[in-house]
């Protein structure tokens, strides 16, 4: 499987870099973890950790304002379910709802541009691989699921996020067909 290819990650997490830097995205906003390639091989990924708050932290704690096993405190987000050796993960800095919305601005602004302008673009942005780090900037990590359009596929999927935008959900539904997905 692609994902435990080490050596296409590395290469997927660089392009991704390149792609973004010739876009002219503002590094105080957005943040991709350094690779240490001397330090990598097909088996093995050195990246720099990125500090911050995972987007699944940030919703949980949301679902969670009045589940007994979570608390705020201090600005901090501590379970009191989970084991002290997990709790570094846990226990992290929760940014105000601002900061948040403006990362979630950022985070599809970047999506846009992967998928319309590059083609190429980041399969895997679930929760768990979107951080919102210091400063209030956003953190992509997980590059081992990424993947190309064709011009053509990137005009189909325009065509159908604008359809879905004016809520023609028949016109949607021919969209989708139209894209010949497996």
Same mark, same amino acid.
């Given at each position: ?76 987000h501590e379970r009191t379910d989970v084991p002290k050796h997990r709790q570094r993960y846990e226990e992290?800095? $929760? ?12 985070? $599809? ?20 691989? $979107? ?52």
């Amino acid at each position: 499987p692609h994902e435990l290819d080490f050596q296409r990650e590395l290469s997927n997490l660089e392009r991704m870099r390149q792609n973004l830097i010739r876009s002219g995205y503002d590094t105080s906003k957005l943040i991709l973890p350094m690779a240490f390639p001397e330090l990598s091989s097909s088996g093995m990924l050195t990246l720099q950790e990125l500090h911050g708050c995972f987007f699944s932290v940030l919703l949980q704690q949301s679902a969670a304002n009045s589940d007994e096993n979570s608390r705020s405190i201090n600005g901090k987000h501590e379970r009191t379910d989970v084991p002290k050796h997990r709790q570094r993960y846990e226990e992290q800095r $929760i940014p105000s709802k601002e900061v948040f919305v403006s990362a979630f601005d950022m985070l $599809i602004e970047v999506m846009g541009q992967m998928i319309f302008r590059d083609g190429f673009f980041h399969a895997d942005p679930h929760p768990g691989n $979107i951080l919102v780090c210091e400063n209030g900037r956003l953190g992509l990590i997980d590059f081992g699921q990424c993947t190309n359009l064709t011009a053509d596929e990137r005009a189909q999927l325009c065509a159908l996020v604008l359809v879905m935008r004016n809520e023609s959900s028949w016109l949607a539904t021919l969209g989708l067909k139209s894209l010949d997905l497996e």
